[in-house]
C-alpha cells in the first residue's frame, strides 16, 4: 500500500519545492490538495504558499485555525485577502482547492468539491512575478506553520473546472496531464527527499 501522507508538526516542519520557473505562475493557477488540520500549529497556519520577499505572491491556509483562507497578490497593485467565512472542521480530512483565471478575473475556493467562495472582478490581473520557492507546510520559511497531515498536492498553471476537482478527489493524476505544473503525492514513505 503507498496511501502514504506527510505530517508536519506545527513548529518548523515544511516542504520545499523548489523555485523551477514552470511554478512561477501568474495568469491562470489551480492549488489543490487533501489536509487533515489537528488544531495545532500557528494562528494562521497556511497549507501552501509563494513569496514575493516578505509578502505573498499567493498562499492558500486557515485563519485563526478556523476559516479557509487565502491571498493573492496582483500585477496591478491589487492584494485580494479576503477572510473567508468558511470554517474547516479539524481532525477529519478535507480537500481544498484554490483557483484564480486572469481571463475571467475570478478567484473560487472549493471545499470538498463545492464552491464555497467566489470572487471576481480581476479580469486582466496576473498574479505578481516571484522567483521565491513554494513551500507546503507554511507560506515562507519562518512562520505561519500547519499542523496535521497533507496529501496529494497539485498546482497547476491552468484553471481548473469543478467537474475536474472533484475528479480529482477519487482519482489521482497520472503526472502528465495538461497544465501540471507540480505534484507531490508523499508516497515515499521514509527519508528527507519527495519526488514531483
Given amino acids: 500500500d503507498d496511501n502514504y501522507s506527510l505530517s508536519f508538526d506545527g513548529s518548523g516542519d515544511y516542504v520545499d519545492c523548489g523555485n523551477d520557473e514552470s511554478l512561477n505562475i501568474q495568469d491562470n493557477l489551480t492549488v489543490q490538495g487533501w489536509f487533515?488540520?489537528?488544531?495545532g500549529g500557528s494562528l494562521n497556519p497556511r497549507f501552501?504558499?509563494?513569496?514575493?520577499?516578505d509578502v505573498p505572491a499567493w498562499n492558500f491556509g486557515l485563519a485563526s485555525r478556523t476559516n479557509l483562507y487565502y491571498e493573492i497578490n496582483l500585477g496591478s497593485g491589487t492584494a485580494v485577502t479576503p477572510i473567508?467565512?468558511?470554517?474547516?472542521?479539524?481532525?477529519?480530512?478535507?480537500h481544498v482547492a484554490l483557483t484564480f483565471s486572469s481571463s475571467s478575473g475570478e478567484i473560487i475556493v472549493y471545499l470538498d468539491g463545492v464552491n464555497v467562495s467566489e470572487v471576481s472582478g480581476y479580469e486582466g490581473d496576473v498574479i505578481m512575478n516571484s522567483s521565491s520557492i513554494v513551500t507546503i507546510g507554511t507560506d515562507y520559511e519562518n512562520a505561519d506553520w500547519f499542523?496535521?497531515?497533507?496529501?496529494e498536492?497539485?498546482?497547476?498553471?491552468?484553471?481548473?473546472s469543478q467537474e475536474e476537482i472533484q475528479s480529482?478527489?477519487?482519482t489521482t493524476p497520472t503526472?502528465?496531464?495538461?497544465?501540471l505544473a507540480g505534484y507531490w503525492n508523499f508516497n515515499e514513505g521514509t527519508g528527507s527527499t519527495l519526488n514531483d
Fill in 48 to 53: 501552501i504558499g509563494k513569496r514575493i520577499g
Fill in 84 to 94: 473567508q467565512t468558511v470554517p474547516l472542521s479539524q481532525n477529519t480530512w478535507h
Fill in 175 to 179: 503526472g502528465n496531464e495538461s497544465g
Fill in 153 to 160: 498536492v497539485t498546482i497547476w498553471d491552468r484553471t481548473l
Fill in 168 to 170: 480529482y478527489m477519487s
Fill in 147 to 151: 499542523s496535521g497531515k497533507i496529501d
Fill in 36 to 39: 487533515y488540520y489537528d488544531g
